[in-house]
Structure formats: C-alpha cells, structure tokens
C-alpha cells in the first residue's frame, strides 16, 4: 500500500494514510520503493526513542520556508527546523540598516503589492504595514516619463496633447497586430506598436535577460501593463504596502515561535543526514537539489550596487528605469519606499549578470520543459514538499509565494489529521485486541 504523503505544490495529493510507517508524528515517510533511489536525494533519518529531532526540515528563511515553518508550529504543533546557507532570515525580501542607518534591501527593492485578502490578512499577523504606491519613471531621450506606458508617456514622448479617448486609437494606428501573441516582444508590439516597444521595452529587456523580448515569453512584458488614462502607479492592486518596520522584523516576528529553531550560514547538505527529521519542505533551486542530473536550469541573476550618500533625496520617485542607456537597468531610492526620515539617502543600481546567485528563472517554453522533467522527478518524493519560486521555477511575487505556502500548509494539513485519524483508530483496534 502506498503510505505516501505527495504534497509537492501544483501537484498534491493525498494518497492513504493507512501503513505501516507511520512512526513519526504524523507526516509518513517516503514509500521504500524510494528509499533506496538514484542520486544524492537526502531521505528522512530516523527519529530518536525519545521524541528528539525535528518533524520538518525546512530549507530556505524566506517566504516560502518561513510561512510554512510558521503554520505548522503554531498549528500542528510540529517541531521544525529551518536551514538557510545565507547569514540572514528573508531570503531575497531581507531588510537591514546600513552603516548610516538607513533602511535598504540588499537584494534589490521589494515592494509588496497583492489582491489576496487572505496573503495580507495572514502577513498582517506579524507586521503592521505603511501605505506606499510605487512610482517609475523610464529615463528615455533626455526626459522621465511614467511606465507603465499612459497617456502622459506617449504626450510627452512625441509632444502631443491627445486625450485618453484619443491614445486608444493612436495605439491601434501604431499596433503591428499578431494573430498569436507568443513573445515578449508580441505583447508590446501588438498594442502600442514598435516604436514605443523600441524606447521603453527592448533595451531594458535585453539588458535584463540577455535576451531579446522575442525569446522571452509573452508573461515577461505582460508583467506591466498599458494604460490609456493618466494612473501612473507601477502596481494596480487592491493592496500595495510596505511592513511598517520593515521585512526583516515580520520574519522574526513569524519565527520567533518556540516549536521553531533556526540554524543560519548552513547548507542543508551539512547536516541533513546528521540531525533526525521526517518531512522537508525544500525552497531552493529544484535542479540544485536533484544534482543537476537533468542538466541546469536558467537563471538570470543581478549585481547591486549600493551606494549611501550624503544628501536627503536623489530622484522624485522610487524607481527611474534605464531601457537603452547605461549597463544597469534600474536604480531606486529606499527612502521613497520605506518613508524613512533621514539626512541622507540610499539607492542601489541593478546590473544584470549571467552568473552568481539564482533570481530570476527564465520564461521560456524550452526551460519550462526542463523544469517539468525535475518536477516529475520531485513528484515521486513522498518525503519532500518543493515550495518558492526557485524551487518552483516561476517567476512568483512575494504574494504568490505566501499564497503558495498557505496552500501547500492546507495540504499538509489535511494529511497530518487523516494520519493521526488513522493513528487513533489504530490505537483502538489495539485496545480492543488486548
Ligand atoms: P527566496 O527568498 O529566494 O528564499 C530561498 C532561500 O533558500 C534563500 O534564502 C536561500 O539562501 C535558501 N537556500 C537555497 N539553497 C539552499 C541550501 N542548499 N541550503 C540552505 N539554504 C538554501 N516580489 C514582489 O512581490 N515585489 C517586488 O518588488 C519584488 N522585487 C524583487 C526584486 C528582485 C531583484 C528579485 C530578485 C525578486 C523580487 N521579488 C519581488 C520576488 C521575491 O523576491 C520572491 O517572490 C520571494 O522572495 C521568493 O521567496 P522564496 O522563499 O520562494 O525564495
Ligand atoms: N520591462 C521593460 N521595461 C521597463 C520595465 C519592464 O522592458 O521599463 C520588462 C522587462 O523585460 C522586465 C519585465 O518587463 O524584466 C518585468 O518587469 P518588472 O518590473 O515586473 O520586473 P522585476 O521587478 O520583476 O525585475
């Protein structure tokens, strides 16, 4: 009979919790026809006689890892254990104050934005939060004009006066149309046409992926939107805020419960086999954790370049895009979006690289196939739940990745009550026996 307990995210299902295996407090081990599998894949180590080790061992301090380490202390009153290599809780949403005291994000700026009432009603457990609409402006032929594209971008761009009734049908007289939309490059050409594609999106595309938008997928671009009125905030959602005191403080906040112990600067390689648990909750790169055996995943990554200085503001809004100039594509302001009152200001500039740590998957058809080859393999690991963007290999938002979590925590919850069903009803054939 298959025990096993398939929780990995898009693809969860619970099988039976009937089964022999059932030692450990409530989460099943992975089926023995997996025990022994090829690869380096690390396998749950026996718990010890006195209830010692861990139920979960989490890898990753980031969202993914730190909302469900979260859920299934305080609701399952599981023992968990989260590993992360870097020296920090966060992951890439990290805050911390620089030598001059200001608030900046190390990984890049971080901007919480969501429809979910649930992400925010959950999040809002931990942190109180600080209204904030972000604001770009793109740096194109010698002025700043708002992206996402609206109508004061083009009047500005070509000095013209057209009303928002008016912009509609300069976009469709300039729209090159497509009967499929594929690309990146489908997406902004087929509404607003080549020229405006030319001067907001190709460069910064290329830039940013080292690929041109017609090798991207059309979910890329589509990313920001077209406007034809004069809304020129970078998000639209029904909720865009920022942690009142930060990110850094709501993680605390979120593991600072006593079933959850946090061992940082450790790669979960070093002691997976050393310390016992029962289930993992793996938040990294998915083609790191199965050794690369189908070969490597994209991913884009970023060099920061951060820079403290000594005057209170630098540009009139959080971020200022570069589409054609320069090697960096953006460079943003923290102050704008933390509302730090401070003397002097922190920005940081992105410069996209190839190599180094993985931020960005890479939105192609031909990756998503590789991807699902590593999923497939994930999906027959009844002992590790695969959880986050890297592990997902999706290009999720913050939100996404806690809505993610929140749902993989239903699943393993509802396999944890049919086990300790199953448990307690064990117990009575047993007493009844005797
Ligand atoms: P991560 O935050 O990447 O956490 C995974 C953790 O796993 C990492 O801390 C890593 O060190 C750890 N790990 C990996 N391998 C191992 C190992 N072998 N052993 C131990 N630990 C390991 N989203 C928004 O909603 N709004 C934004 O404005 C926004 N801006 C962004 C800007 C940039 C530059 C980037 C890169 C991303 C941005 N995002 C934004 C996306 C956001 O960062 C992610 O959605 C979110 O942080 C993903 O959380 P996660 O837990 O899945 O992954
Ligand atoms: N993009 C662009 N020009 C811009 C802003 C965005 O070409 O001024 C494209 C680019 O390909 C980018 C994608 O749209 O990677 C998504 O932009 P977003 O701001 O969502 O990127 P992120 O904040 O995730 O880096």
């Given at each position: ?146 992206i996402p594209i609206n ?156 820079e403290s200085l000594s ?124």
């Amino acid at each position: 009979m298959d025990d096993g307990l398939r929780s990995n995210a898009g693809t969860a299902q619970f099988d039976s919790a009937a089964g022999a295996g059932l030692t450990l407090r409530g989460l099943a081990p992975r089926p023995a026809a997996l025990r022994d599998g090829p690869g380096n894949v690390p396998r749950p180590t026996r718990r010890q006689a006195d209830g010692g080790g861990f139920d979960m061992l989490i890898v990753g301090a980031g969202f993914a890892g730190s909302v469900l380490a979260e859920r299934l202390a305080s609701q399952l009153d599981l023992r968990v254990l989260v590993v992360d290599k870097r020296p920090h809780i966060g992951g890439n949403a990290f805050d911390r104050y620089n030598d001059d005291g200001l608030l900046i994000h190390p990984y890049g700026p971080h901007i919480f934005h969501t429809n979910s009432s649930e992400v925010v009603d959950y999040l809002s457990k931990f942190t109180r939060w600080r209204p904030y609409q972000h604001r770009v402006l793109a740096s194109v032929d010698g002025q700043l004009v708002p992206i996402p594209i609206n109508l004061d971008t083009v009047n500005r761009l070509y000095g013209l006066t057209l009303s928002a009734f008016e912009l509609d049908a300069f976009f469709d007289s300039h729209a090159e149309k497509k009967s499929t939309i594929e690309t990146s490059e489908d997406v902004v050409v087929s509404r607003v046409g080549r020229d405006l594609y030319n001067k907001l999106f190709r460069g910064y595309t290329r830039k940013q992926w080292g690929l041109d938008p017609a090798e991207l997928d059309a979910s890329v671009a589509a990313r920001v939107p077209i406007r034809t009125n004069r809304d020129d905030r970078y998000f639209a959602d029904t909720h865009q805020a920022m942690p009142a005191a930060g990110y850094t403080r709501m993680f605390e906040a979120m593991l600072s419960h006593p079933n959850i112990k946090v061992m940082l600067n450790t790669d979960y390689r070093d002691i997976v086999h050393l310390l016992p648990w029962s289930h993992m909750i793996y938040t990294g790169p998915i083609d790191a954790f199965f050794d690369y055996r189908y070969g490597r995943l994209p991913y884009r990554s970023l060099e920061f370049a951060h820079e403290s200085l000594s005057q209170p503001h630098y540009q009139p809004v959080g971020t200022v895009n570069y589409p054609n100039d320069y090697a960096y594509t953006r460079c943003t302001e923290f102050k704008h979006l933390t509302g730090q009152q401070h003397p002097h200001t922190a920005i940081v500039h992105e410069y996209p690289r190839a190599d180094g740590d993985p931020y960005y998957p890479v939105p192609r058809a031909e990756n998503q196939a590789l991807f699902r080859r590593y999923q497939a393999a994930a999906d027959l690991l009844a002992h590790v739940t695969f959880v986050g963007r890297l592990a997902s290999y999706r290009y999720y938002n913050m939100d996404q990745v806690v809505a993610q979590a929140l749902a993989a925590f239903k699943r393993l919850q509802v396999a944890h009550d049919l086990i300790g069903a199953v448990r307690a009803a064990d117990s009575v054939l047993d007493t009844t026996a005797a």
